[in-house]
């Protein structure tokens, strides 16, 4: 479906009926990722997921892009839907883009999940590789950032035994468009410390990481779940930074788990 929010297209799945839940996708993939969890949690909830400006089929503006402004999309889908409340999960840098959310509308969140995320800032070293990487993009185009970021998203275990999702993660990177890769790329590199935060996070909150991300090893998800209050922190076994892919059931399990013991 698609929604003219802020200005944009917006595309999103608005799945089934119940509480809602808002999956938000990592960098640079779209909402096509949560397949696994639409297909789980739609027989018990109302599953919105939509791709953010610049990725999937939502518009990709050339231009300025920051993750406030993809929080304000989400709450303009959210409006749109008139949807006053909902659980949202967001993986990497939709994880980044909940912490935008909730300085923002923390009123709106009932429940966070935080999977193969981290609080923290970029480092400088950080930041030079997304603008190293935004030439690359610039230079040789969606495929070359795939080369870059496969071996991040997927663990050596999936890469080897997985082409089928290997394939699947490929084609959503090459069908991305610079102007989106390069914009997202430069949100993340602007994006505070989120650590100072996470104290003040009020709702019940479940952070998920996979045992063998690389991006945002567990011991990011560790310092996210001992320093909000009540956090429960899962690690995936045999799982890379898209554990949702990666170990879908586990994930689905833990994701369930959740939403029942907030319901
Ligand atoms: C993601 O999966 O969203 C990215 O790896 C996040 C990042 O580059 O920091």
Redesign the pocket.
Known sequence: MLAKINGINLAYTDQSRGAPVVLL?????SRAMWAPQVDALSKTHRILAPDFRGFGESDAPLGHYALDQFADDVAGLLDHLAITQAVFVG????G?TLFAFYRKHAARVTGLVLA???AQA?TEE?RAG?FAMAQTAQANGAGAVADI?LP??LSPVALQTKPDLVQRVRATIEQTQVSGIAGA?MA?AKRPDSVPLLSQIACPTLVITGELDG??PPADGKLMAETIPGARLEIIPRAG??SNLEQPEAFNRALLDFLKRIS
Do not use: I, V
Request: hydrophobic letters at 35%; zero cysteines; glycine letters at 8%.
């Open positions: 996708h990592a960098f640079p993939q993986l990497s840098m939709g980044y193969d995320t981290k970029d950080g997304r970021m991040k998203l790329l993340m991006p945002t930074h898209l």
